[in-house]
């Protein structure tokens, strides 16, 4: 007998457990989404497109699309000049930095979202020299893009980190060795080795920049039509007891959840080495 089959144990507990998870996972996740997808069609499909053809549903969606347009560049390049440092260089505070990046995964977004209306609200430290110069970030669309920005900022630079870890510099001093400028030997060596795992964590950023419920909450101010983003329409119409638009706009923001998850099988299937060498985590 193997190592692995020893490891299995009985067949009956084997798949007792197959079982319970299956269970878990058609009650908490397969259920609540079908029954999403019941009521949002649940009255014709002229119902369901009607509802997302409202000016607020709108201008929900393209707020948020507008705000992970933004936010997934920009934590790219953050993330990959985080990992850059951290990986290749040595140097006091290190181990806070990286603290200081997985913060986002420990604060509550409400509380993420305080941080900020006590940095640019009417009392906060730049309420001055923002209605010096008429800058409004509250309760407008930087608010919300700044929101976002924090809670999404360590997916990207915490996936290259252990991936950078794996590989070593060894590639990169060969390079450099043979007479290649920084930019050629990022380009040709760097990014080759570390993209599928900065493609994975810029999917990750998106999933999460257009689900962000909490933080973008406490900012936008609720105004329909400019500082509500799809999740926040949502909220809205389901208070509103209006519940046909509420699961119609719910509906939509599954089916983007969902091109994310294909595209997430479709990298684990065709890049599955890559992938999971970016998953193991450094002690």
Not at 50 to 75: G, S, Y
Not at 254 to 278: M, P
Request: glycine share 8%.
């Amino acid at each position: 007998m193997s190592d692995r089959d020893e490891l299995q144990g009985p067949a009956w507990l084997r798949w007792a457990l197959i079982v319970l998870a299956i269970a878990v996972m058609a009650l908490l996740v397969v259920m609540p989404l079908l029954m999403v997808l019941g009521a949002a069609f649940g009255e014709g499909f002229k119902t369901w497109f009607a509802a997302l053809a409202q000016p607020d549903a709108v201008a929900a969606l393209k707020l948020t699309l507008l705000t992970a347009a933004i936010v997934i560049p920009v934590n790219a390049v953050f993330g990959l000049l985080a990992a850059w440092a951290l990986t290749r260089f040595e140097f006091r505070g290190k181990q806070v930095l990286l603290s200081l990046i997985d913060l986002p995964f420990a604060v509550s977004p409400v509380v993420a979202g305080l941080c900020l209306v006590l940095l640019f609200g009417s009392s906060g430290w730049f309420a001055a020299l923002l209605a010096h110069y008429d800058v409004k970030i509250l309760f407008a669309r930087p608010g919300i893009v700044l929101a976002t920005l924090f809670i999404t900022f360590p997916f990207v630079v915490r996936e290259l980190i252990p991936l950078m870890q794996q590989q070593g510099s060894d590639e990169e001093l060969a390079a450099r060795s043979l007479g290649a400028g920084a930019w050629t030997m990022f380009r040709r060596v760097t990014l080759p080795n570390i993209k599928w795992g900065l493609l994975y964590g810029v999917l990750l950023c998106g999933a999460r920049a257009m689900g962000e419920f909490g933080a973008v909450s406490v900012v936008s101010g609720h105004i329909r039509g400019l500082t509500n983003t799809l999740p926040l329409h949502i909220e809205i119409l389901y208070n509103e007891f209006d519940s046909t638009a509420a699961f119609a706009a719910a509906s939509l923001l599954t089916g983007l959840a969902l091109i994310t998850l294909i595209v997430k099988f479709w990298l684990e299937a065709r890049h599955g080495d890559a992938l999971a060498k970016s998953h193991r985590r450094h002690p």
